[in-house]
């Protein structure tokens, strides 16, 4: 993070945008996501939608770069004491917040922004589903939990920010210090990240070859 006019802005995680996460590379097969671990970033509240996380005037660009600077640009204006405003939690990889996170409009502007911010998990009480599935196909898996769990963990994250926090695709688990806890993904979610056929890019282009031989058969294609 660094700060600007007296906030603190996430320094972007250009590093972090491989194949694996975030879906830098499209043109390269995508890795399997077995474990993410991280230090957290707390978000309390229920119902935050995409246009919180992401208002709407800037989706008017024609890429995702930069939107990480953006990230809940009205709420931390509002909250100097914002948790994106807190350099304690500069560098976190894993967010951790509580119900239907993601809701409201279904822009994937939200969950690029996030994962340009370096963002490489999501733990919750509860997701919108289009929310969950845009940050899949870049490699962000959203974790479901109780909310008890939930709010352990951030209660956790807030008293010792330099926590790790150990996130296993495969079986749920979720770790920070001595918490210790069971979490979901969807069937489907979790045997893409472990199997690598999250990023449907990737696996379009790694067999394009495929694509051009049933664009040759087609008539309204050939000629053109």
Do not use: K
Not at 25 to 54: C, F, H, S, V, Y
Not at 143 to 163: K, S
Not at 170 to 187: D, E, H, K, M
Request: aromatic residues 6%.
């Amino acid at each position: 993070m660094t700060h600007e006019h007296g906030r603190v802005r996430l320094q972007p995680d250009h590093a972090g945008l491989q194949p694996d996460h975030a879906g830098g590379q499209p043109d390269q097969p995508a890795a399997a996501i077995t474990t993410i671990a991280g230090r957290g970033l707390p978000l309390r509240g229920n119902d935050i939608d995409t246009d919180r996380i992401m208002p709407a005037r800037f989706l008017r660009a024609v890429s995702f770069e930069g939107l990480d600077e953006h990230l809940f640009e009205d709420d931390r204006a509002a909250d100097r004491s914002h948790p994106f405003n807190d350099s304690c939690f500069a560098g976190a990889a894993i967010l951790v917040v509580n119900a239907n996170f993601g809701c409201g409009s279904s822009r994937e502007h939200a969950p690029q922004g996030l994962a340009r911010a370096g963002i490489r998990a999501i733990v919750g009480e509860s997701f919108s589903e289009i929310f969950q599935g845009n940050a899949a196909i870049i490699g962000v898996p959203c974790f479901a939990a109780d909310r008890a769990d939930v709010e352990a963990l951030q209660a956790a994250i807030e008293r010792a920010p330099d926590t790790t926090i150990t996130a296993d695709v495969g079986s749920g688990a979720i770790t920070a210090g001595p918490l210790r806890f069971t979490a979901r993904l969807p069937p489907a979610l979790r045997d893409a990240f472990v199997s690598g056929q999250w990023n449907p890019t990737a696996m379009l282009l790694d067999r394009y070859d495929e694509v051009n031989q049933v664009a040759a058969r087609l008539p309204y294609v050939r000629g053109f």
